[in-house]
């Protein structure tokens, strides 16, 4: 199966930016998508963008368009979010995850079986 390792948290401060970055190993040649979600203890995950690992394709949750983008590179077994204009409303536990199928606009976690460590992003 597919794993994940997430990197790329850090804090900084409200209008900076931040690239995260999620590698993916193992069988890669079942990802139909990828996507990124957050999370605030005692809040439920949402999804944050997500995009077909072949042909791209991105969609995004609505606060985040415009500041965030994210992109693979099939070459580095890699998905990224560059987030930038960073606010606080933003911290969270950051997760990458996988799906077999295609993406579907709605970000629902309920698609993603397979899920990274997370990696924790704080704007102050």
């Known amino acids: 199966h597919v794993q994940l390792v997430e990197s790329g948290g850090e804090s900084v401060q409200a209008g900076g930016s931040l690239r995260l970055s999620c590698v993916a190993s193992g069988a890669t040649q079942d990802i139909g998508c990828m996507g990124w979600f957050r999370q605030v203890p005692g809040l439920e995950r949402e999804g944050v963008a997500a995009i077909n690992w072949i042909g791209g394709n991105p969609y995004y949750r609505d606060s985040v368009k415009g500041r965030f983008t994210v992109s693979v590179d099939n070459a580095k077994s890699t998905l990224y979010l560059q987030m930038n204009s960073l606010e606080p409303e933003d911290t969270a536990m950051y997760y990458c995850?996988?799906?077999?199928?295609?993406?579907?606009?709605?970000?629902?976690?309920?698609?993603?079986?397979?899920w990274g460590q997370g990696t924790q992003v704080t704007v102050f």
């Open positions: 995850a996988v799906g077999r199928s295609w993406c579907r606009p709605s970000l629902s976690q309920a698609d993603f079986p397979i």
